[in-house]
């Protein structure tokens, strides 16, 4: 789950780092009121993506009149597909360097990551591709958490050689920087991040390290668990079968194409998808009923059949832990009570297929196909006859 | 990773409603199974097998176990893990999905200094066909799975059922099948599956089911451009999946450019190994590769 700037900032600021004054604002006539409480101000949508600023999502305020008009253009501006609702209005800064930091999950070393650039402000994807001398990847023991005296050992090479900093003490500089990263680790680490980033950690005028942005993404999984902090974050934008699917635990994508795909397991579910498209059909949404979820195929069949734009429908079971006389008892329910009038086709293998396959032919009088291809195949011709 | 019929198991959460429902099919199908755990109901029997109050508790009590599986929920899994190693356990299989990853990053730690090898998490299990199988699997059905030389790989356990079945509809049989497991960071990797599968005796060829997200079959490819063995074909789940959007598997994920199908593919096929358009096509490819079959 996102959590925006908003939300995420005042993490930081309760762990020690420094982040400027702001108040958020939902409606452009609260802005003035902000701008006399906080002075010459910047105004950033807050949006669950990044780039708002080319996007004309961030101005420049100096004067209340001008925090008032800023607001005004920003709320319900659409920033990649995301209707602006709120603004922050936060202290302009007087930056003279810009740094990069972040911790996140690591797959490669299993553990967690520590990220820092010199080249603060920018794209750090692109630093990743064009300038990786520049940034630092240290992983992290969980069971030790981080060493300061080895971060600030690790960048101040860096900050030594980039002339940007020549009127710092890199020592001093790098000491201060790994005693924020050691902090971001913390905050990182309490609230079960995914990824916690500073981009950019500026150096202001007065000398001091200063969060000017910050990302965080909570790990979906922890979600259970951070109770008090969920409410602060933004769901994920979902459409309206979208929404129903997560209301049932299931997961459901809408893919815009006509042929309905009903699977067991992501893998399977995804594979299905990807045979459709290869047989040249279109996949009109991805749904699985694996793991706990399998006993729910009625339920996830009525949600899908609520799409008119689909024209033929294949369910492709594979059993393993999903019992495939379950999933299969389900979606025979769920076929004999809404009558549909769109074709089926069935491919029904694995744990108790035998039963299930019985199931078919004795509720709906049909048979399940020998291969998945086979049912697949037929499922994307008709789905073509229909559009005919 | 490849599991043995000598090797003794114990199933952490084996009083549940799936612990007990596998535990019974892993005896049938000649896993060794000689104990349980749950706090509540330790001194008590379920399957016919001692129930304990933790895996130390097992081991201190003369238990002997070599792998441990976890039938537990996701907020117990690092406590349940931690346990098995803290016994000693060096093989732990965690079927669980949705742990937290710190729990997980925290688990794979305890693995690293205690020179032990976690399976998953979210992981369907591991079949050695004619012998025994750990997890949720359909081993027992014989259209699945049959003792042969094929060893697979997979990171999801449908699929995985699905490439398996149709490498018996094409009349081979299993040397072994690794589940993997779907999320993001795993303790056993593609990599690490076709090492052990590459120095396998029973093994002749190897069938690697991926999917997007990770960089875990790009790193596999460069390992299977020098293996002994050859990797008869590969098929990547998700092709047609859109970015940004998790599929399903916490690790099914496209993020920019890292995860894509287009390269795994490239990094597979760069190794000589055949990308499969759709699963079924396994047949031909077994039926080319020249190893001999049922």
Known sequence: MNFEEFAAKPLLAAAGIRVPGSQLVKDASDAGNAFGKLGPCVVKAQVPTGKRGKAGGILAANSADEAQQAAAKIIGMSIAEHTVEKVLIEQQASIANELYAAVLNDPASKGPLIMFSDKGGMDIEEIAENEPQHLLSLPVDIKAGPDKSQIATAIEPLIAANTDFKDYNASDLADAVANTLVTLYRVYDDNDAELLEINPLAILSDGELTALDCKFVMDDSALVRQTELTPQGTPEKLTGRELDASKLDLKYIDLGGNVGVLANGAGLTMTTMDVVTHYGGKPANFLEIGGEAYTKATEALKLMLGNDNIKSLVVNFCGAFARTDVMTEGVVNAWLELKPDIPIFFSIHGTGSEEARQLLKDKLDMQSYDTMDQAIQAAVAAAGERNA | ?294
Not at chain 2, 58 to 86: H, M, N, R, T
Not at chain 2, 102 to 115: L, P
Request: charged share 15%; with cysteine; proline share 5%.
């Open chain 2, 1 to 294: 990773m490849i599991i043995r019929n000598h090797e003794k198991l114990l199933v952490q959460g084996i009083t549940g409603k799936q612990g007990s429902f596998w535990t019974d099919r892993m005896q049938a199908y000649g896993t060794q199974v000689v104990g349980g755990v749950n706090p509540k109901k330790a001194g008590t029997e379920c399957c016919g097998v001692p129930v304990f109050a933790s895996a130390q508790d097992a081991a201190s009590k003369g238990c002997e176990f070599d792998v441990s599986v976890l039938f537990i929920p996701p907020l117990g899994a690092k406590a349940a893990a931690s346990d098995a190693i803290a016994a000693g356990c060096k093989k732990v299989v965690c079927l669980t999905e949705h742990i937290p990853v710190r729990d997980v990053m925290y688990m794979m730690a305890e693995a690293r200094d205690n020179d032990a090898r976690i399976v998953g998490p979210n992981t369907a299990g591991l079949v050695t066909p004619g012998e025994c199988f750990v997890g949720f699997m359909p081993a027992f059905e014989s259209s699945i799975f049959q003792p042969g030389n094929i060893g697979i790989i997979s990171r999801s356990g449908s699929l995985g059922t699905l490439m398996c079945l149709n490498t018996v509809q094409a009349g081979f049989g299993q040397s072994a099948f690794v589940g993997i497991g779907g999320d993001p960071i795993i303790g056993t990797t593609t990599l690490d599956a076709l090492t052990a599968l590459d120095n396998d005796s029973k093994t002749e060829g190897v069938v690697i089911v991926g999917e997007i997200g990770g960089s875990m079959e790009e790193a596999a490819a460069e390992y299977a451009a020098t293996m002994k063995k050859p990797v008869i074909a590969a098929f990547i789940a998700g092709g047609s999946s859109p970015p940004g959007k998790k599929m399903g598997h916490a690790g099914a994920i496209v993020m920019g450019n890292r995860g894509t199908y287009q390269s795994k593919q490239k990094a597979l096929e760069k190794a000589g190994v055949e990308v499969l358009k759709t699963p079924s096509d396994i047949g031909a490819a077994l039926k080319a590769s020249g190893l001999s079959g049922l």
